[in-house]
């Protein structure tokens, strides 16, 4: 039986062997450098980086915006106290356009008060006449209205007139 037994086996490991599959033969293989676990340091790392810039853009932000509200309020200020200066300045100009006023400084000045004050009317322009049938506007003559003369314009009356 001791051959019998011996023949099982080798039977047995032959079988064995053709399941299992063909080992390769044998490499040396270099140790691989394998770098520490720093995917976890570096998200943390990244994160923290993150919320400081985030927090400095915000400190940032918000100096602009106290930096514009100063500027804002000193040129409120300086708004308010030119319309203060604006106010007092139409109040005298107001008190000087007086006519008992402007009649003091004329006399203190040796000019004199005049008799008697005709008001003048005020003269309204003449309409705008209709074109004639021809197609050439006609313009309007102005020795028909009141107060026109027919006098040749001068350097001197030009003057007189600011130009006009």
Do not use: F, I, W
């Not at 691989?32 to 923290?48: A, S, Y």
């Not at 322009?125 to 074109?131: I, L, R």
């Not at 006098?151 to 600011?162: E, F, V």
């Amino acid at each position: 039986m001791a051959l019998a037994a011996s023949q099982v086996r080798s039977r047995r490991s032959a079988a064995v062997r053709d399941l299992l599959p063909r080992e390769r033969p044998l490499k040396v293989v270099e140790k691989r450098r394998q770098r520490p676990h720093r995917t976890g340091r570096l998200v943390v790392v990244m994160v923290v980086a993150l919320t400081l810039g985030s927090l400095l853009a915000v400190a940032g932000a918000q100096a602009y915006l106290t930096q514009g509200q100063v500027r804002l309020t000193r040129l409120q200020e300086q708004l308010s106290t030119q319309l203060g200066q604006h106010r007092d300045l139409e109040l005298r100009v107001a008190q000087l356009e007086q006519p008992a006023n402007v009649l003091s400084e004329a006399q203190k000045q040796g000019l004199v008060a005049p008799k008697e004050v005709t008001d003048l009317s005020q003269v309204e322009p003449p309409a705008p006449q209709k074109s004639t049938t021809s197609g050439t506007p006609t313009r309007p003559s102005l020795a028909g209205t009141a107060g026109a003369r027919a006098q040749p314009r001068t350097a001197t009356t030009a003057a007189r007139s600011g130009g006009r």
